[in-house]
């Protein structure tokens, strides 16, 4: 029984009973001594229990810890503490500087890049928000010298989504489950995502940039899984949040009172970011809400990063500092759980949330996982760079088998609603083709490739296709579709651009069927001797109409990690345009279609 225990026994009646004065004196007097002795264990852990020094020789010896800046206070406090005690090695005692860094920052620096803003960084130990980015430092050779293997975590706090207190209360009314799936943007509800029941508003932090953001990204991946719709899926998500992503928590926040009074906002972050923000919003709270199913708690770990012995023990001294009771209180008070998940009864009630230890749709991320992450985050928010080939041959007049209409009506139809979901980012150009369409050539340049914003003629690029679009017609010649696939591919390859996923989009209603024009064999080999693997460009094919054949195209689009789509339904050029930008985190080793 710890003397704690003795004291709250007493304190009930049951402990023992009152000495007499003269043995009450020596009792009392040990008893005191035995608080103040655990008193020190807790304070400084292993170190403080050490004989403390009465003299430190020399300068101080001073370490530096970088910190993520939502935990910092919390550290700081607790270093200011550890500083006005007695702490010493080799003689020297021992000082520690607290720094506010942004942990993507000292990850690159640790790992043996620059520091942001060519920055001088001295790091002795580091406390970033999650594991993820000790793995991130440590998959490297600098990082793998300079980062200890040896990690303990000394907070925890799990992603949330955060609202304002109307809209929680909204929800509850209505039996609304706060869902992972409301991050899905409403498109995706076109090809079978998820549905809400309420349309939102959605805010999150940049992976790139945050540990809470690479959670956001790991468990969207593990609500859609792996099946045939998680690449369309996962583009929507990605592509719907790229303009909705923040630096900061301080930044990001603003947005809960910045919208309109019925657009339902929500952010992600932390549940200690939540905290935070409701201490100087008190008018106006934000409300965590634990997504149903489950979170990813960031798990605040402490790692020694410097490879100079006397400062790795000086570093220790203070870990053992943050481990103590009192240090673990301290962080606690600032909103943060304990490493187990726990949180002070005191603190969710204070801040409405549920005490109970979250579920986890996720565990902590892997170095893996978050090298997936922030890739399909990267890849998949990458602007497009398409050159868009329409067929115009006779055969898109014939009217496709039990759909009522031709293949020109669907195609059109279908570019009128792909237009839509090209984002300002977006070069586009636009060919025709058909045998002899422009001379003796068998396509006809109607849009060159450039901003789909750029004004052409008084209008947008974008205005302009939708006006060809309208207006176009079949012609009485046979398609010449190879010649045209390869004179586009030369020119996808002469403004191909490294920021930007460069594609061919052919609508066709046939294969190639001109006789003397190319072979699909010749293609092939022409395009194989001319591929250049630092400047990949993807075929992909939408035949319109499921009678087509089209063994042809599939050869053709499998040599470019390309794809084929059968379609006689329209609103399906989502599914292809989502399913097309997915296949960018294949290349060049796409499965066929």
């Known amino acids: 029984m710890d003397v704690g225990e003795r004291a709250e ?13 003269r043995v009450q004196r020596p009792r009392l007097v040990l008893v005191l001594i035995s608080v103040g002795v655990l008193l020190v264990g807790f304070i400084g852990g292993g170190w403080a229990l050490r004989e403390f020094p009465k003299t430190c020789s020399g300068s101080p010896l001073l370490i530096s810890i970088a910190a993520q800046p939502d935990i910092a206070p919390a550290i700081m406090e607790v270093a200011s503490r550890f500083n006005v005690q007695p702490h010493e090695v080799r003689g020297r005692c021992v000082r520690v500087a607290v720094y506010e860094k942004e942990p993507a920052k000292v990850a690159r620096f640790l790992a ?3 520091f942001a803003g ?7 130990g580091w406390v970033p928000e999650s594991s993820m980015w000790v793995n991130v ?10 980062v200890s293997t040896e990690v303990s975590s000394i907070a925890s706090s799990p992603v949330v989504l955060a609202t304002s207190r109307a809209v929680a209360t909204e929800f509850r009314r209505d039996d609304i489950e706060p869902s992972w799936r409301m991050l899905f943007p409403k498109f995706a509800t076109l090809f079978g995502g998820p549905r809400a029941k309420t349309p939102v508003s959605v805010q999150m932090l940049d992976p790139s940039l945050s540990g809470a953001g690479v959670a956001t990204m790991i468990a969207i ?7 045939r719709q998680s690449g369309p899926l996962l583009t929507s998500f990605v592509r719907g949040m790229q303009r909705s992503t923040w630096s900061d928590n301080t930044t990001m926040f603003t947005y809960l009172t910045g919208l309109a009074r019925y657009s339902r906002p929500i952010v992600v972050s932390t549940e200690q970011a939540v905290f935070v923000y409701n201490d100087t919003h008190r008018p106006n709270p934000a409300t965590p809400l634990l997504p149903k199913e489950g979170s990813v708690l960031m798990d605040y770990p402490f790692a020694v990063t410097t490879t100079d012995q006397a400062r790795r023990e000086a570093v220790e001294a203070f870990r053992w500092a943050l481990r103590s009771r009192l240090s673990l209180e301290t962080i606690q008070r600032f909103g943060f759980r304990t490493p187990q998940g726990l949180i002070d009864r005191e603190i969710a009630q204070r801040y409405e949330v549920n005490g109970y230890t979250p579920r986890l749709v996720a565990a902590a991320p892997k170095p893996g996982q978050v090298d997936e992450a922030l890739q399909a985050w990267n890849r998949l928010g990458l602007g497009t760079n398409i050159l868009v080939l329409t067929d115009v041959s006779r055969s898109v007049g014939q009217e496709i088998p039990g759909a009522g209409e031709t293949r020109l009506r669907l195609g059109i139809r279908a570019a009128l609603l792909g237009l839509q979901l090209f984002p300002n980012d977006t070069n586009i150009g636009l060919w025709q083709y058909a045998e002899r369409l422009d001379g003796d050539k068998p396509y006809k340049q109607l849009v060159p490739i450039g901003p789909i914003t750029q004004r052409l003629g008084g209008h947008s690029r974008r205005a302009e296709l939708r006006r060809i679009a309208q207006q176009t017609r079949p012609t009485d010649q046979p ?3 190879n010649d045209t696939i390869l004179a586009a591919y030369r020119e996808l390859k002469r403004t191909w651009r490294p920021d930007k996923f460069n594609a061919m989009l052919v609508m066709a209603s046939t294969n190639d069927n001109t006789p003397g024009g190319m072979s699909t064999g010749a293609l092939l080999d022409a395009i194989r001797e001319e591929a250049d693997l630092q400047r990949p460009v993807q075929i992909i094919f939408v035949a319109f109409g499921t009678d087509i054949d089209t063994a042809a195209m599939e050869r053709i689009a499998q040599a470019t990690g390309g794809g084929v789509y059968s379609t006689r339904d329209p609103n399906q050029i989502i599914n ?12 060049p080793d796409c499965p066929e279609t």
Request: charged content about 25%.
């Open 9 to 21: 026994q007493a304190g009930n009646g049951v402990g023992p009973r009152r000495l007499s004065g």
């Open 576 to 587: 292809v345009f989502m399913d097309s930008i997915a296949r960018r985190l294949c290349t």
């Open 221 to 227: 991946r593990r609500i859609i899984g792996t099946g």
């Open 118 to 124: 060519g920055e001088e960084l001295n790091v002795d």
């Open 112 to 114: 043996g890049g620059p």
């Open 479 to 481: 398609a010449e579709m």
């Open 137 to 146: 430092a440590r998959d490297s050779v600098a990082g793998a010298r300079n």
